[in-house]
């Protein structure tokens, strides 16, 4: 099936640096959306992209949408405490599977004051 | 804001016992998922349901578990006979769009621990 690999696996930053990570995918994705996972929470949708080549913001989060669908980035400026979490990408599995999301593994991020 | 709602948020169980997790996804909805997260791994589709049927099931989803939507409100995820591999996070989330295209909102999820 689809898999989607993430990049870095963890980050440990200070408070004010700007965070980037990315997710790669072996095939095409028509979409691709971000989560974030505070400790126990579930997954909150962050960005979701919609087209190649598309760059969305989100207060201080902006994501971009590959030119050939198979990645995406996600950037995080001026990064600031409760920005701590797991960052998840994710993208709908396709063909007939309209309603299933592939995760990735996750880039952990770690925040110092 | 709306938000999915799930029962217990932590479940403590002997293998091989049953345990039923609940969720209340938001009122006007019609998609519900399952999904589990094993600690420190990725989020792993179970399961999609709408119209009182499943829509798609993973190969995790095997006869041990069932879903069902009871009543008009609630969603629940039952495990027949629990195994050790089966704790994990297990979050109920739920969608007005068939397409997974526009994300889903998660509920804060039920740890489920099997000694």
């Known amino acids: 099936g689809q898999q989607l690999n993430q990049s870095p696996q963890s980050m440990f930053i200070q408070e004010g640096e700007d965070v980037s990570m990315n997710c790669t995918s072996s095939?095409?994705?028509?979409?691709w959306l971000w989560y974030k996972q505070e400790p126990g929470e579930g997954p909150v949708l962050l960005i979701a992209?919609?087209?190649?080549?598309e760059l969305t913001s989100n207060g201080r989060l902006t994501a971009q949408f590959g030119i050939t669908r198979k990645d995406s980035f996600l950037n995080i400026s001026a990064s600031i405490p409760s920005d701590v979490g797991i960052y998840f990408c994710?993208?709908?599995?396709?063909?007939?599977?309209?309603?299933?999301?592939?995760f990735g593994q996750g880039t952990i991020l770690t925040v110092h004051p | 804001e709306p938000e999915v709602t799930q029962t217990p948020s932590h479940q403590v169980t002997q293998m091989g016992q049953e345990v039923i997790l609940r969720c209340v996804p938001i009122?006007?909805?019609?998609?519900f998922y399952w999904y589990r997260q094993i600690l420190g791994q990725k989020v792993e589709f179970l399961v999609s349901?709408?119209?009182?049927?499943?829509?798609?099931k993973s190969e995790i989803f095997d006869d041990q578990f069932s879903v069902e939507r009871p009543d008009g409100s609630n969603f629940t995820l039952k495990i027949r006979s629990t195994k050790l591999e089966d704790s994990a996070m297990y979050f109920c989330?739920?969608?007005?769009?068939?397409?997974?295209?526009?994300?889903?909102?998660f509920g804060s999820g039920t740890r489920l621990t099997v000694v």
């Open positions: 994710a993208g709908p599995a396709g063909g007939t599977s309209y309603g299933k999301l592939t």
């Open positions: 349901f709408y119209n009182n049927e499943i829509s798609e």
């Open positions: 989330a739920s969608s007005a769009s068939m397409s997974a295209s526009y994300g889903y909102t």
């Open positions: 009122s006007n909805h019609l998609y």
């Open positions: 992209l919609y087209k190649a080549g």
């Open positions: 095939s095409i994705f028509n979409t």
